[in-house]
């Protein structure tokens, strides 16, 4: 009997039912042994030789592997294909008493009859390169982990962490906030023309060229264009047409993965990562037993096997046509600090469709299934193709430009449409355009002219945030769910809607740590890190090496950071609530579990009491004096009224929304007001009768 041991007890049937008789499938339930749950568990002067331990369950889990051993004839290791998976491998053959250098170890990349046959025809030994490069990822963290973890707790508060990749992170997060905080809107104007040709009810729009002359950022000067071009006719200047290509995105990596579904899908970092795990590992499906349907889902690489594009072949051609072929088989590039372990993620069959599996297993497992299905099959299909016109016009000594783009060929959109959405501002794109020629003259059939201000940078989204991660290097394919979850289970940032906000306990972190270790929390220091770390993985690199060169200069910062005597403190958040019991505004604190009102007097006044979960904020327009959104508030008598989210730099307030526009009656200012179906547009003038009515449309993206 063959003896194989597997990471997840989920996988166990699958594997062993393409095993079959003579192999008995094992699981490990992860790392059998590591680094002491207590205690630093790495000798620094003995070259940061680390001391492995078996904790708690794991001894039983040892215990049966170590009896089974005994009736086995042969030991392989079949867990997960990546460095993690590898050092499971290790430590279960140093346990078992296995030599790592023999052909015990096989691997494969997605769990079906083939792959795992071909895994057990093709062992290999164990490589310890890879075992050494994921030994350094673990001492080196446990070494900042450990060392950086009591000091942040002896400077602000108890039961905070910091981590070599979790703290460069929440940099990120908090340059960002501090970003948006500092902003400074600029008041710019737009305009955008409603054109047809003569004696034609065809319109089109045109907007007005930016940077065609000094910029539109005031009243007098949009006034001043609009005098300029009152009753001109628009003349065509140039007219450029072509037809232009649209290309499919490579299929996923872990890292487009997350953003992918973070935002088609609006699930989070952890759903993701457990849905895609599910679809690895084997899901019970009602007439097809137990199946895995996606490949290993821990890659970087966009490389896809060329059995896995002759099955896209096969399938485009049968259900799509030739015409959906691309001129020559699809090959993506990728990014150069790619480690190209393993394929994209992919389906392992195409005959297993999203739709023959939609009602047979959880919402969320189709869902992600049919996003990796439709990714993959449309990254081997044919280009689309449209016929696109680009047109400059001019009108009163000004110069405005409109585009029209109309479909030739679908191509992979017939899947799949990674094309992003059109910015606000791209008004003068039409899905349709007249038959244009140059000295084309056309009439004027409206004019709208809009005040705006830039907006600051959008705060990360969990999706955002990890592209920041990849972009920047920090990280791996396995860390950047775990490194995300962490910044909000610490409270160092907070969700506001899908947003991450920086808290102000993450600010004072990231201000302690980014005084005592620059090096640790630079973004680029931190991915050379994870280059040489990488470099350990193709033997280039003797693994304490690289830690010792790391330490010395850590450990000096270190020492600097404990003999400073200062400390840090967290500003209290001050809230609307009032203590019953002094009449001060209570301010939310940060206790072992979780946030709770105080009162600011202590000790003198001890009042605390829970803090419920805050209303969302409800966001009905837009500044008029700064561009900033504005908010429904309430004053204490409990009557509604609309302020400026950038109080205190902005004191605008309002007790009706403002409209952000003039009364073309009166041309005193607009309000509105919104209702479930409709929002009613009158002026503010009382002795003006001037209103309208607009539709709401409805949000059907989550029905």
């Known amino acids: 009997m063959k003896l194989v041991l597997i990471e997840a007890p989920n996988k166990q049937s699958s594997v062993q039912k393409y095993l079959g008789k003579g192999y008995k499938v094992v699981p490990t339930f992860g790392h059998l042994r590591d680094l002491p749950l207590r205690g630093l568990g790495v000798d620094i002067a003995g070259n940061f030789e680390p001391s492995y331990v078996v904790e708690g369950d794991k001894k039983k889990v040892v215990a049966r592997l170590e009896a089974e051993a005994k009736n086995a004839d042969e030991i392989l290791f079949a867990t997960d294909p990546d460095r993690e998976g590898e050092a499971i491998a290790w430590h279960a053959a140093k346990l078992l008493n296995v030599d790592v250098s023999k052909p015990v170890r096989i691997e494969f990349n997605q769990i079906s009859h083939d792959a795992v046959q071909k895994a057990t025809e093709h062992p290999r030994p164990i490589n310890v390169d890879l075992v050494n490069a994921q030994q350094a990822r673990r001492v080196l963290d446990r070494l900042v982990g450990y060392k950086l973890t009591p000091l942040l707790c002896k400077k602000i508060q108890s039961n905070l962490s910091g981590g070599r990749v979790q703290s460069v992170t929440l940099k990120l997060v908090v340059d960002r906030e501090r970003e948006i905080e500092n902003f400074k809107p600029v008041e710019y104007w737009t305009l955008v023309a409603t054109l047809k040709k003569p004696d034609s009810k065809e319109t089109f729009r045109a907007s007005l060229v930016a940077g065609s002359e000094k910029k539109i950022n005031t009243k007098e000067a949009m006034d001043k264009v609009l005098a300029d071009i009152d009753g001109e006719k628009f003349v065509a200047k140039t007219v450029k047409r072509s037809v232009t290509a ?23 970092s952890k759903q993701i990562s457990s849905t895609a795990q599910g679809l690895y590992e084997g899901l019970d499906i009602e007439g097809m037993g137990r199946l895995a349907l996606v490949t290993y889902i821990r890659s970087d690489s966009v490389r896809v096997a060329p059995e896995a594009q002759a099955m896209a072949k096969d399938f485009i051609l049968k259900n799509y046509g030739d015409k959906y072929l691309p001129k020559t088989t699809r090959f993506y590039k990728n990014k150069k600090d790619a480690q190209d372990a393993h394929e994209a993620i992919r389906p392992i069959s195409l005959d297993v469709t999203p739709e023959s599996i939609k009602d047979k297993v959880p919402k969320n497992s189709y869902r992600l299934y049919k996003l990796i299905y439709d ?31 109309a479909m030739i060929f679908d191509g992979y959109t017939a899947i799949y449409n990674n094309v992003p959405d059109e910015s606000e501002d791209d008004e003068e794109v039409n899905s349709k355009l007249p038959n244009i020629n140059e000295q084309d003259l056309f009439e004027q059939n409206g004019l709208k002219n809009e005040q705006k201000f830039t907006k600051p940078p959008a705060r990360y989204t969990e999706a955002s945030l990890v592209k920041a991660m990849e972009d920047n290097g920090i990280g791996r394919p396995a860390t950047y769910t775990q490194t995300v979850t962490i910044l909000q289970t610490r409270h160092y940032v907070e969700k506001e809607g899908r947003q991450l906000k920086a808290t102000e306990l993450g600010k004072v972190v990231v201000d302690l740590l980014t005084k005592y270790f620059k090096d640790i929390m630079d973004v680029h ?53 009032i203590c019953e019991k002094c009449g001060s505004h209570m301010v939310i604190k940060n206790g072992k579990y979780g946030k709770f009102l105080a009162c600011p007097n202590y000790p003198t006044c001890k009042n605390t009491r829970p803090l419920e979960a805050p209303k969302p904020v409800q966001y009905v327009g837009t500044c008029p004096k700064c561009g900033k959104r504005l908010k429904a508030l309430k004053t204490k008598t409990g009557k509604t009224f609309y302020g400026c989210e950038g109080y205190p730099d902005c004191d605008f307030k309002s007790w009706d929304i403002p409209a952000n526009e003039k009364c073309p009656s009166c041309g005193e200012d607009l309000i509105k007001k919104v209702y ?22 409805t949000n059907d993206k989550n029905s």
């Open 246 to 268: 649209s290309h499919p995105s490579a299929p996923f990596t872990t890292s487009t993965m997350q953003q992918e579904a973070g935002n088609k899908l609006n699930m989070t």
């Open 375 to 405: 990714r993959f099959l449309a990254s081997q299909m044919a280009d689309a193709s449209y016929n696109s016109l680009s047109v400059e016009l001019e009108a009163g000594g000004h110069k405005f430009k409109t585009t029209g783009r």
């Open 676 to 697: 479930k179906l409709k929002t009613v547009i009158s002026c503010k003038n009382p002795k003006c009768n001037y209103s309208r009515q607009e539709k709401n449309e």
């Open 525 to 577: 220091f931190t991915a050379e890190m994870e280059n040489k770390l990488d470099d350990i993985e193709l033997g280039g690199k003797e693994w304490q090496s690289v830690i010792k060169q790391f330490y010395g200069g850590f450990e000096s910062e270190l020492k600097t950071a404990f003999l400073d005597g200062s400390k840090s403190k967290v500003p209290d958040e001050v809230s609307d609530e």
